[in-house]
């Protein structure tokens, strides 16, 4: 695993948002954002460059072509639909340098790698390990956790795509945006 101050070739930002996140279910809000940086060195200044950026809502229904297993729009759920994208991206990507995904999630880190089980949203969990597994067996690829609303520049531009998803709202250009903004 590559150091925190060794930039990787890639890595890949993830969050996901949820409208309240307590008593969730099918008809809750939820989004999720991904953040593509090349040179990136971990250490939260926002080093590196966005080579792309996308986000999307959370799909609890299972006749939506965007579905992947959700049962409820939740943090959760949003995260896991989040690292499922990425992981989606990546097998879509040419170069098959070492790749870092960095989640303010754990519980979505170590439910890609197996290191833990689903008690719910089976399928979208299992689906989000096939496709780790898929990407892993190509390049390396590794996961670290990022401390959420610490003011971490891609983690909070992931964490502005995921709101703005939930919302079903566009994302403010890169040029406008700015750390904590909404």
């Known amino acids: 695993m590559k150091g ?32 593509v940086v090349q040179g990136d060195s971990g250490l939260g200044r926002g080093s590196g460059e966005i080579l792309t950026e996308f986000s999307g ?8 072509e965007h579905y992947i297993g959700a049962e409820v729009g939740s ?12 992981l989606r991206w990546l097998l879509t990507e ?10 303010d999630s754990q519980y979505a880190g170590n439910i890609a790698t197996g290191m833990w089980r689903a008690k719910a949203n089976r399928e979208l969990a299992a689906r989000v390990q096939s496709v780790w597994t898929e990407v892993a067996s190509q390049r390396d690829l590794t996961w ?3 401390r959420a609303h610490r003011g971490h520049r891609w983690n909070e531009r992931a964490d502005h795509l995921a709101k703005r998803a939930m919302r079903r ?6 040029t406008f945006w700015k750390p904590g903004q909404d």
């Open 4 to 35: 925190l101050t060794e930039p990787t070739r890639l890595t890949l930002y993830v969050d996901g948002s949820c409208d309240g996140n307590q008593n969730v279910d099918a008809s809750t809000h939820a989004g999720w954002g991904v953040v």
């Open 57 to 64: 809502p959370v799909s609890t229904c299972v006749d939506d």
């Open 75 to 86: 943090n959760n759920t949003a995260e896991l639909s989040g690292l499922f994208e990425a």
């Open 94 to 103: 040419e170069q098959r340098d070492a790749v870092c995904i960095r989640l």
């Open 144 to 146: 670290s956790h990022v």
């Open 169 to 174: 709202e566009r994302p403010l250009p890169l």
